[in-house]
């Protein structure tokens, strides 16, 4: 499990793994998760890294000889990061589930490489700023719920070597209209699609942005220039004698700026942040310039 995000209120009507002590403590979701699932059946392994996903992250899991994928699945709620998804799964040649929700519609689709459209043949590239988003009408729990129903039904059968019983197609539901349909159920992929058509896999090779609005939160993400590990505790007595209450947890910070009691700032070992508190990505980087240094 991948994540960058931590816990918010806002995420307790829809994401089941959390709790209300996970949004008051401001948990990393990869850590929250791990305790829930913990505590359903401890023998199973788990491995999380909390980082912002992208193909170096993707690389150096590659290279461990004990992490050996046998499919990909999506839980990502933006299409830059399913791209990539769909273009690295395809590049390594293991199966890729993806699954969203928006609004009350659902939709889930099993990519596999060499049978069928891939992601990309649906959108070709990121949809433009006109698509209905979970920022602009939030997402029904039921419909997260439908969505991954269906892909983790086609996860087991996969894993489970019943590839001739994967469902082709994308599924797509709006549980308020109550309607319910597989769309291109027999269709091929297209010849000219850039990833699994002609393999230039075009998500790929790409400078990670270094600021992301975090869809939904109210949030920013905002990477620091050049890839660096922060001393935590060195930073957390600077903030300290500034006059900041900081929360120490052993992988990241959490502090209020000064004057601004409706922002707060959880701050990671990588040198990323998380300004929650706004949308604008220039305040948020004025905050992380002033706070932590470009």
């Not at 709790?19 to 990869?30: E, F, I, L, M």
């Not at 087991?156 to 197609?169: C, E, N, P």
């Not at 120490?248 to 009691?261: G, K, V």
Request: charged share 25%; proline share 5%.
């Amino acid at each position: 499990m991948v994540d960058r995000d931590v816990v918010d209120w806002s995420n307790l009507q829809r994401q089941s793994l959390f709790d209300a002590d996970d949004a008051r403590t401001g948990r990393p979701k990869v850590d929250a998760a791990r305790r829930a699932l913990d505590r359903l059946e401890s023998a199973t392994e788990l491995r999380t890294e909390l980082a912002d996903f992208d193909e170096s992250t993707w690389n150096r899991l590659m290279t461990d000889p004990d992490w050996s994928p046998d499919l990909v699945l999506d839980g990502t709620d933006n299409f830059h990061t399913r791209l990539l998804l769909n273009d690295l799964a395809l590049r390594q040649g293991i199966p890729f589930v993806h699954a969203a929700a928006v609004g009350a519609e659902a939709r889930a689709m099993v990519i596999r490489p060499g049978s069928g459209p891939c992601f990309r043949c649906l959108l070709e590239d990121v949809p433009t700023n006109d698509q209905d988003t979970c920022e602009t009408v939030g997402v029904l729990e039921p419909a997260i719920a439908l969505a991954t129903a269906f892909q983790t039904t086609q996860a087991l059968k996969l894993l489970g070597g019943r590839d001739a019983a994967v469902t082709s197609g994308l599924f797509v539901a709006d549980l308020w209209e109550g309607r319910f349909d597989l769309l291109m159920a027999d269709a091929t992929a297209r010849p000219s699609c850039r990833s699994c058509g002609t393999a230039e896999y075009p998500s790929l090779g790409h400078a990670r942005p270094p600021l992301t609005t975090l869809c939904g939160r109210n949030a920013v993400q905002v990477r620091p220039e050049t890839e660096r590990e922060l001393d935590l505790a060195a930073v957390a007595g600077r903030l300290a004698k500034a006059g900041l209450e900081v929360e120490a947890q052993p992988n990241f910070l959490r502090f209020r700026p000064e004057n601004a009691s409706a922002t707060r700032v959880s701050l990671f070992a990588d040198g990323r942040a998380l300004i929650v508190g706004t949308n604008d990505p220039l305040r948020a980087k004025s905050l992380y310039d002033r706070y932590v240094g470009s």
